[in-house]
């Protein structure tokens, strides 16, 4: 097992790999930025380096400076966590170079699924199915009309480089293709350095469902169950649960045995997820993420498996202890993400935490960096903590929910927290009737 795990990332997630590893009698480097050093991370690591200035391109993405505090501190691992780097093909390979072990997948594969229009292909060879769509790349608006009209309005434009919801621009007749293909191809251009876009038939009332698996160097692959993550605001998720309760445990059963196939065949290691759009009982793929993932904490309260520890065992080269059989789902699991944000233009809310108390009790979970008098920083991403939920049933879960949602007090900055307390009173989400458009088309009701 690995000595020493340089984490290179910052928030909650840098909290939760260092939980992880300190359970494991790992010792952790912390990185930070100038902005960051006295976050909750940086304070509970057995070592910290300063990675550079607050801007994220200058330290969190600051490749030769995190492998500098790599080297100096002599890690021998490093974990990516999410978003940053963890998705960097590059990145990946220069760990190795430098004698560490990068704790994520192999690189051909990050490279692989990171451009989505390989990733789709991939996954048509592989016998998963994807939505409807382009062949590959779309070059002009003549080819975006001709195939608009085979695969029918309204369709999607999609930046190929793209990610956290950007580069995604809907036509829902041939008069509105010039402007969706040019707006796609520069927020393309100008947030990811690549205008490559590709279309798809835009759906009207899916589920966001993804799988989330695990796959050991011996070609054992197990998923880890489903999340529903439907909703959504400006394609960005909000609240998540665990399991579907839309799904039959027939389609359950074949996606899951379809997925998992795919990804043995693909020779994939480590974490990773399938997002899938689910509409009329039928699955099409849109992405795989090759990395942990947010939400990953409700996955693990309905299976019982600590995916950050797996993930670490599997890079230092262990077996899976379990197998499909093995997983049982639990109960039900929900996740409301609290972001730094008021909640009614989402426009972020940095500043300083005056007055903090989080819920408790049995079933909950909070992954948080913050604390009483912390300042929430307007550089980096919104997200200031996770509150998970478990209980027996959906239903109680969502009682459960309420509970803490009452119990949460954060001052001094604005958060999404009353926007959560009325989603899980609302009538359709109590229901289970609700779509990947319906947080948009209700946000002024609720
Ligand atoms: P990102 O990498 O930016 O997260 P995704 O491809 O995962 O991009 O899509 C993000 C969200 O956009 C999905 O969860 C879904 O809500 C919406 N979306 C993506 N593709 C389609 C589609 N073909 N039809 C309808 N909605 C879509």
């Known amino acids: 097992m690995f000595k020493k795990v340089l984490i290179a990332n910052r928030g909650d997630i840098a909290i939760?790999?260092?939980?992880?590893?300190?359970?494991?009698?790992?010792?952790?480097?912390?990185?930070?930025?100038?902005?960051?050093?006295?976050?909750?991370?940086?304070?509970?690591?057995?070592?910290?380096?300063?990675?550079?200035?607050?801007?994220?391109?200058?330290?969190?993405?600051?490749?030769?400076?995190?492998?500098s505090a790599a080297e100096i501190t002599g890690a021998d691992a490093l974990h990516p966590g999410v978003g940053f780097l963890s998705e960097n093909e590059r990145f990946a390979r220069m760990v190795e170079t430098h004698g560490m072990k990068f704790i994520g997948p192999k690189p051909e594969h990050i490279a692989a699924m990171g451009d989505k229009i390989v990733a789709k292909q991939t996954m048509i060879k592989l016998g998963v199915p994807v939505v409807n769509g382009s062949d590959g790349s779309v070059s002009s608006i003549d080819e975006a009309k001709e195939i608009a009209d085979k695969i029918g309005y309204p369709?999607?434009?999609?930046?190929?480089?793209?990610?956290?919801?950007?580069?995604?621009?809907?036509?829902?007749?041939?008069?509105?293709?010039?402007?969706?293909?040019?707006?796609?191809?520069?927020?393309?251009?100008?947030?990811?350095?690549?205008?490559?876009?590709?279309?798809?038939?835009?759906?009207?009332?899916?589920?966001?469902?993804?799988?989330?698996?695990?796959?050991?160097?011996?070609?054992?692959?197990?998923?880890?169950?489903?999340?529903?993550?439907?909703?959504?605001?400006?394609?960005?998720?909000?609240?998540?649960?665990?399991?579907?309760?839309?799904?039959s445990e027939k389609d359950r059963t074949k996606i899951y045995s379809t997925v998992c196939k795919a990804i043995k065949q693909l020779g994939y290691v480590g974490v990773g997820t399938l997002e899938f759009l689910y509409e009329d009982g039928i699955f099409s793929f849109m992405e795989m993420n090759t990395r942990l993932q947010v939400e990953h904490p409700v996955s693990e309260m309905v299976t019982g498996i600590d995916i950050v520890k797996e993930q670490i065992k599997i890079a230092a080269g262990e077996k899976l202890s379990f197998t499909q059989k093995d997983i049982k789902i639990h109960g039900h699991a929900i996740e409301m993400r609290i972001n730094a944000e008021d909640p009614s233009t989402f426009v972020p809310s940095p500043g300083q935490v005056t007055e903090l108390y989080f819920p408790g009790g049995n079933g909950i979970r909070i992954d948080s960096h913050i604390f009483r008098n912390c300042v929430v920083s307007p550089y980096y991403d919104s997200l200031i903590a996770k509150i998970i939920v478990h209980a027996d049933t959906r239903e109680s879960c969502i009682m459960k929910a309420r509970r803490a949602m009452s119990e949460l007090v954060i001052d001094g900055i604005k958060t999404t927290a009353n926007l959560h307390a009325s989603l899980l009173k609302n009538n359709d989400i109590v229901a289970n009737n609700y779509d990947i458009h319906w947080l948009s088309e209700n946000l002024g009701k609720i």
């Open 16 to 67: 939760r790999i260092l939980r992880a590893c300190k359970e494991m009698g790992i010792s952790t480097v912390a990185v930070h930025s100038q902005a960051d050093a006295k976050q909750m991370n940086v304070l509970l690591a057995d070592e910290s380096v300063c990675i550079g200035p607050a801007k994220s391109a200058d330290s969190y993405l600051n490749i030769g400076a995190i492998l």
């Open 155 to 247: 369709v999607l434009f999609k930046a190929a480089s793209g990610g956290g919801g950007k580069g995604m621009k809907v036509a829902n007749n041939e008069k509105e293709i010039e402007d969706a293909f040019n707006m796609a191809k520069s927020e393309g251009r100008s947030n990811f350095g690549d205008d490559t876009v590709y279309m798809e038939r835009y759906l009207t009332h899916p589920r966001h469902i993804e799988l989330q698996i695990i796959a050991d160097n011996y070609g054992n692959v197990v998923c880890l169950g489903e999340r529903d993550c439907s909703i959504q605001r400006n394609h960005q998720k909000l609240l998540e649960e665990s399991p579907a309760v839309i799904l």
